[in-house]
Nanobody
Framework: QVQLVESGGGLVQAGASLRLSCAAS????????VGWFRQAPGKEREFVAA????????WYADSVKDRFTISRDNAENTVYLQMNSLKPEDTAVYYC???????????????WGQGTQVTVSS
């Protein structure tokens, strides 16, 4: 069983940066894919980025590529999402999730954190 806890959300102005953290407990991320998803009010949860714990392979949604960076800290068993040049359309609740293989479809992920709110004002 994997427990995930996100942190780092907040209210920022457009153009600012935030770093989200996803800490795992109960079991390490070893052999997992860890993904970040977001959900805005009235919209479906969407894929943002993912990273493989082994090898550190990364994937990004086109909407965040070149602005967001996903990374991992093996020693801390934590995955980060560095978000730069934030836009109002990035406003959403951000969730981290884990599963054994890569997918951009949120329903494929079995382990979820509680989410952290990111609000970007214009």
């Amino acid at each position: 069983q994997v427990q995930l806890v996100e942190s780092g959300g907040g209210l920022v102005q457009a153009g600012a940066s935030l770093r989200l953290s996803c800490a795992a407990s109960g079991r390490t991320f070893s052999s997992y894919i860890v993904g970040w998803f977001r959900q805005a009010p009235g919209k479906e949860r969407e894929f943002v980025a993912a990273i493989s714990w082994i090898g550190g392979i990364t994937w990004y949604a086109d909407s965040v590529k070149d602005r967001f960076t996903i990374s991992r800290d093996n020693a801390e068993n934590t995955v980060y999402l560095q978000m730069n040049s934030l836009k109002p359309e990035d406003t959403a609740v951000y969730y981290c999730a884990a599963r054994k293989s890569y997918s951009t479809y949120y329903r494929d992920y079995g382990y979820w954190g509680q989410g952290t709110q990111v609000t970007v004002s214009s």
